[in-house]
T-cell receptor, first 118, second 117 residues
Framework: AQTVTQSQPEMSVQEAETVTLSCTYD???????LFWYKQPPSRQMILVIR??????QNATENRFSVNFQKAAKSFSLKISDSQLGDTAMYFC???????????????FGTGTLLAVQP | DTGVSQDPRHKITKRGQNVTFRCDPI?????LYWYRQTLGQGPEFLTY????????KSRLLSDRFSAERPKGSFSTLEIQRTEQGDSAMYLC???????????????FGPGTRLTVL
């Protein structure tokens, strides 16, 4: 079974600074994706960034980038130039890919609550 | 609006009552997922539909829970004889799954927050 662990329940960062959220996972699979989702207060979950396991190059989306260490099973999210709108719960998630009737369900960590301070 | 919608957004019920939630996925999305999120936790997978077929159910889905997607469009999640432990946010997500061995993004709805008194 796959597990996702986020060891930082809460973090705080000053506006315009950089923050890194940590995530580790456990799997014996080779074909999978990793994700970071953002859940703002009282708003729906949205995808921030994804990483294919077979790609060595770290994914980047504007101010968001990841540090994917496959051997260490580590997947951290770096937010540069933090903005007030980045305040949210951030979830790391794992998706196993498969053939036939595979579900492609998401397995989430417990989340990190990020507060961006003005 | 072409996003995933859920109804109601909030539901307060007394223990022992039955409740039903509805999810309308993005049109043309053939895959639909239900997740449950309790306070301080990440969402946990409950069940999955491909078109109208329910293909996987989590062990979390006790026999008091039933989900349907009768015409492969909207889905309902019913909880019978609710318990206080059922209090949670119930999230629905949909995706356009062309193949299970390729990525297909799941789009989430706003959720239904259930409170069982």
């Amino acid at each position: 079974a796959q597990t996702v662990t986020q060891s930082q329940p809460e973090m705080s960062v000053q506006e315009a600074e950089t923050v890194t959220l940590s995530c580790t996972y456990d799997t014996s699979e080779n074909n999978y994706y990793l994700f970071w989702y953002k859940q703002p207060p009282s708003r729906q979950m949205i995808l921030v960034i994804r990483q294919e396991a077979y790609k060595q190059q770290n994914a980047t989306e504007n101010r968001f980038s990841v540090n994917f260490q496959k051997a260490a099973k580590s997947f951290s999210l770096k937010i540069s130039d933090s903005q007030l709108g980045d305040t949210a719960m951030y979830f790391c998630a794992f998706m196993k890919l498969g053939f036939g009737g595979a579900t492609n369900k998401l397995i989430f960590g417990t989340g990190t609550l990020l507060a961006v301070q003005p | 609006d072409t996003g995933v919608s859920q109804d109601p957004r909030h539901k307060i019920t007394k223990r022992g009552q039955n409740v039903t939630f509805r999810c309308d996925p993005i049109s043309e999305h053939n895959r639909l997922y239900w997740y449950r999120q309790t306070l301080g936790q990440g969402p946990e997978f409950l069940t999955y539909f491909q078109n109208e077929a329910q293909l996987e159910k989590s062990r979390l889905l006790s026999d008091r829970f039933s989900a349907e997607r009768p015409k492969g469009s909207f889905s309902t999640l019913e909880i019978q004889r609710t318990e206080q432990g059922d209090s949670a946010m119930y999230l629905c997500a949909s995706s356009l799954g062309l193949a299970t061995n390729s990525y297909n993004e799941q789009f989430f709805g706003p959720g239904t927050r259930l409170t069982v008194l």
